[in-house]
């Protein structure tokens, strides 16, 4: 009975060696799944929260700035296939927003409100530089002279919003020829407001003092804009071509 007990007295299963290499496997199992449980309880959370709809929200032309809160109809701000006229209308609606802008330099905006001369457009500057040659090449005394002067004003426009725009690069601004051509353009409104009352006078003294108040209004208007490209210790570095800018227009329109 001895014999027969002793060679019944085989080993547990806890004191087996491969008892504990599976254990040991078991626990790594699972160790290793918790990583992954956690890192796909995380994607769920993640893809659960809302995502931000007016802050990345695109602005368009003549549009307003401002988005209500809720969901973008992507469908309402497509212009494929709208009307004309409206097409028009919206212009037209943007070029009077910014020569409003232009026309009160000094109105405080309100917070988080971009500079409206930043959603940028040509058709304002082509219309007053149209109507500042035209008014210059109807004082000239000859056809030469008015044709000169009337190609004098898109040559000074451009050449001076290049000069701007390489102006302020070189000193880590951050702007494009076009938005230049768009800020100097429709801070010429002053100035054209000026020579037209200047025409209709015609005294000197009057004149001169409307193209001086039309000159430091178009370069307070345009003061803020060039003010926000540059670095603030290069500020009067940025606003010197475009002050001599005006200059030069004003110049032009005394001697008329």
């Not at 603030?232 to 002050?243: A, H, I, Q």
């Amino acid at each position: 009975q001895a014999v027969f007990v002793e060679a019944l007295d085989y080993p547990t299963v806890s004191d087996h060696p491969l008892s504990a290499i599976s254990t040991m496997g078991v626990a790594d199992l699972e160790e290793t799944e918790i990583p992954e449980k956690e890192s796909l309880h995380n994607a769920v959370s993640l893809a659960s929260q809302p995502v931000p709809g007016p802050a990345s929200a695109p602005c368009f032309q003549g549009g307003s700035t401002q988005f209500v809160s809720g969901d973008i109809d992507l469908e309402r701000h497509c212009t494929l296939h709208e009307p004309v006229t409206e097409t028009i209308m919206r212009d037209l609606r943007s070029i009077k927003d910014k020569l409003f802008f232009v026309m009160m330099p000094m109105k405080p905006s309100e917070a988080g409100t971009p500079h409206r001369l930043k959603d940028w457009d040509l058709w304002g500057p082509l219309i007053l530089c149209l109507a500042l040659g035209m008014i210059l090449a109807a004082e000239a005394p000859t056809s030469d002279q008015a044709s000169y002067a009337f190609a004098d004003v898109f040559v000074i426009v451009w050449v001076g919003s290049a000069v701007v725009t390489l102006n302020a690069l070189l000193l880590q601004g951050k702007v494009s020829f076009f938005q230049t051509v768009c800020v100097l353009g429709y801070c010429l409104f002053p100035l054209v407001v000026a020579a037209f009352c200047a025409m209709l006078m015609r005294i000197d003294w009057l004149k001169v003092v409307f193209v001086a108040l039309g000159l430091a209004w178009a370069a307070s208007a345009s003061a803020g804009f060039v003010s926000e490209l540059v670095p603030p210790e290069r500020k009067l570095l940025g606003l010197y071509p475009v002050w001599l800018f005006y200059v030069a227009i004003a110049w032009m329109i005394l001697l008329a």
